[in-house]
């Protein structure tokens, strides 16, 4: 028997994320985002469930390829744009459109020899610093790039560092706008966290990454179920052993965990090396056959300890979900598990092991 632990991919619910992203933004048309491999999910078992999204927007030329070869026809996005004059060899071959953020890839564009023009998304700089033109330059690289016989359509692009918090969107909307006014060509803008909390911010196109999957951008202002966003991934367990304790025993390594009370706990088989952070302190929520409780002691590389002391019915076998929804329906929401680690679900999501089977629901 295989070890007992498994993740599972919900096509269903990705399909209800999307529609709920999307019913936010009902005019634009949507990207789903499935970078770093569908943010973990893998490419090809999300695909069914995000196939009725508008395009595909990521990264990796390979990861377009495996779309390609799945059949799928319709727009891809390169979000980073071209690194390497090759690379738009590789759009041509595969139809990709590409993000232009710099003048090194309008050089690049310059000398790519295509008879078949190339649609790109001009990126500005509003304000974040990562990728972009900054505003005053904006216009001056659109007009470089309309003048290229290599470009097609441009449309125009920029990205929110703050659409998620306290801080908001209004400054770089404002930047965007003025810096683009009078350019023609479609626009894109939002984000997952912009499309849900700044509606007036959809354009042409949004760009939906994280509520695809079930996570919410803005957690704990609002958990995922306040934007209705379901689990699109599970990660379940079994308990492969249990223990009795005394007041006073310890559990796990550094003793770091010790008994109060006569407690039983049960280990767990799911530890670091599958992608459960190692930093998740004692009380992490976990559910025991659907049953909320909580890990104790540290987590170690293949095995961790939940609280098993209130659930008499738990016992070697019983699933544990360490996060998503357990088969019976209840949800642990992997915003919070990630909240203990001091993170994001983004993170949790994407850092799930290689060695962790994955089935498709
Ligand atoms: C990753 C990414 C997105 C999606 O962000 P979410 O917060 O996951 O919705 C959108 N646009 C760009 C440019 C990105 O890199």
């Not at 459109?97 to 564009?109: K, P």
């Amino acid at each position: 028997m295989p070890r007992p632990i498994q993740a599972t991919v919900h096509t269903q619910a990705l399909r209800h994320n999307l529609q709920t992203a999307r019913a936010r933004a009902p005019d634009a048309r949507a990207w789903a985002v499935v970078k770093a491999n569908a943010y973990g999910h893998g490419i090809e078992r999300a695909f069914e469930g995000l196939r009725g999204a508008d395009g595909f927007a990521l990264l990796d030329l390979d990861e377009a390829q495996r779309l390609r070869a799945l059949g799928w026809r319709g727009p891809i996005l390169l979000l980073e744009g071209a690194f390497e004059l090759r690379d738009l060899e590789w759009c041509s071959r595969l139809d990709l459109w590409h993000t232009v953020h710099n003048e090194a890839q309008i050089d690049m564009l310059a000398a790519h020899k295509t008879n078949v023009p190339q649609r790109v998304f001009l990126k500005m700089n509003s304000g974040m610093n990562r990728l972009g033109f900054r505003p005053e330059q904006y216009r001056a690289a659109w007009t470089r790039l309309n003048a290229l016989p290599q470009v097609d359509e441009i449309s125009l692009m920029t990205h929110f560092s703050d659409a998620d918090g306290a801080i908001g969107v209004a400054r770089q909307l404002a930047t965007f706008d003025a810096a683009s006014a009078d350019l023609p060509g479609e626009r894109c803008i939002s984000n997952s966290a912009a499309t849900l909390r700044h509606a007036h911010c959809a354009n042409d196109w949004v760009r939906i990454g994280i509520a695809l999957y079930g996570s919410a951008p803005d957690h704990p202002e609002h958990p995922a179920a306040h934007w209705g966003l379901q689990p699109t991934m599970s990660l379940r367990a079994q308990i492969i052993a249990t223990q009795d304790l005394a007041p006073g025993d310890t559990v796990g390594y550094g003793s770091a965990f010790v008994a109060e009370r006569a407690m039983r706990i049960g280990v767990v088989a799911c530890g670091y090396a599958d992608g459960y952070p190692r930093i998740c302190p004692t009380g992490t929520p976990v559910l025991v056959n659907g049953m909320r409780s909580h890990t104790v002691g540290r987590v170690s590389m293949d095995m961790l300890a939940v609280d098993l002391t209130d659930l008499p019915s738990a016992t070697l076998g019983s699933e544990v979900t360490l996060w998503g929804a357990a088969s019976t329906g209840q949800v642990l929401c992997i915003d919070e598990v990630a909240a203990c680690a001091q993170t994001l679900g983004y993170e949790l999501m994407c850092a799930l092991a290689q060695r962790v089977p994955v089935v498709v629901e």
